[in-house]
């Protein structure tokens, strides 16, 4: 059985920036998921996927956060990372860390059904 937690949100000003960390843990070994994701949601909307990065740490940006955020992963530490810099207003929302079941993914990680296991979310919000 799959389990993510996330941490690291809270609030800061425009500009500002945050670390979110994602820990995963697997009783299972043979359930190793090999992409993992960041998606965001506000209340009422569709989770949006932010980033992805594979088992080779090939990564994938949604546009508005391209160059403001980096995805990486400590495989040592079972820990996924998301690296929130220059934080605008609209990148306020509750954000999940999800894990899939398979490695490589393609213009599908957007997709939140693609992944299997999903953490409970930490809020991250930005004032102007």
């Known amino acids: 059985q799959v389990q993510l937690a996330e941490s690291g949100g809270g609030s800061v000003q425009s500009g500002g920036s945050l670390r979110l960390s994602c820990a995963l843990s697997d009783s299972d070994s043979t359930n190793r998921p090999y992409c993992m994701a960041w998606f965001r949601q506000l209340p009422g909307k569709d989770r949006e996927g932010v980033a992805v990065?594979?088992?080779?740490?090939?990564?994938t940006y949604v546009a508005s956060v391209k160059g403001r955020f980096t995805i990486s992963q400590d495989n040592a530490k079972n820990t996924l990372y998301l690296q929130m810099n220059s934080l605008k207003p609209e990148d306020t929302a509750m954000y999940y860390c999800?894990?899939?079941?398979?490695?490589?993914?393609?213009?599908?990680?957007?997709?939140?059904?693609?992944?299997?296991?999903w953490g409970q979310g930490t809020q991250v919000t930005v004032s102007s």
């Open positions: 999800a894990a899939a079941t398979y490695d490589g993914y393609g213009d599908s990680w957007l997709n939140a059904d693609e992944y299997t296991y």
């Open positions: 990065i594979d088992s080779d740490n090939t990564t």
